[in-house]
């Protein structure tokens, strides 16, 4: 007699849901590269390093540099934790978004690590590179670097939404709320409560000022979204 066993290969999904543990001895413990997975339910811890630790980075593809092809990602009931560093310069991230990524972050506890070297930051959320993040609902602390730390960051184009967190840092020479670098607008804003922000609500980059208006931020002190400087970014830094 003969006795015949058949697996079935594991069907492919982009969820990764409930009990998922990832846990990295490297500088990223979870990359998403050119695709829209959603991520639930998971805890997420970066591992430590010298110079840049990164709990989850997001970045498309680089041909993808029209907002047409933005990814979306969704990420959601995590807790995200981003390691620490130890040399000069060195940085933490809890979340780093780039180039056209759009991604959907809601529900999460994110933090980022410490950065203790000479000049170190720390961000619980970054995102550069014409990236329009819609954040809510999410406990966001900004982590603790030597000379810089901010729950929130914003560059180089997107239109954020930003609703009904907690954003707050640890312990650096300078905490912000939100820092607002060359091009970045806020689409939305409200029902957030910050702490442990220094007295500056938002920080804009672009010409050392405090901004207290989503106006100030949008009109006033930033430079036309049509700027040949801007329309002409084709691939990232």
């Not at 560059?155 to 912000?176: C, K, Q, R, S, V």
């Amino acid at each position: 007699s003969f006795f015949f066993l058949m697996i079935r290969r594991p069907p492919r999904s982009t969820l990764f849901p409930y009990t998922t543990l990832f846990r990295s001895d490297s500088t990223t413990a979870l990359r998403i590269y050119g695709s829209s997975p959603t991520i639930k339910n998971n805890t997420i811890t970066a591992g430590n390093d010298s110079l840049r630790s990164t709990a989850i980075h997001i970045i498309n593809e680089p041909e993808n540099d029209t907002l047409g092809g933005a990814i979306t990602p969704v990420i959601t009931n995590n807790t995200i934790t981003g390691g620490n560093t130890t040399a000069d310069g060195g940085t933490s991230y809890g979340i780093y978004i780039d180039w056209y990524s759009n991604p959907a972050i809601s529900n999460n506890v994110i933090a980022a690590g410490s950065s203790t070297g000479s000049g170190g930051k720390s961000y619980g959320i970054y995102s550069v590179n014409q990236c329009s993040p819609v954040i809510q609902n999410n406990s966001i602390n900004g982590g603790s670097g030597t000379s810089e730390a901010s729950a929130l960051y914003f560059g180089y184009g997107g239109y954020p939404e930003i609703e009904d967190n907690t954003l707050f840092n640890g312990n650096a020479l300078t905490t912000y709320g939100i820092i607002l670098w060359t091009f970045a607008r806020i689409e939305t804003l409200t029902g957030n409560n910050l702490y442990n922000c220094d007295t500056a609500f938002i920080y804009n980059y672009y010409d050392n000022t405090y901004l207290t208006t989503i106006d100030e931020v949008n009109e006033e002190y930033l430079p036309d979204e049509t700027d040949p400087a801007v329309l002409n970014r084709s691939t990232p830094p």
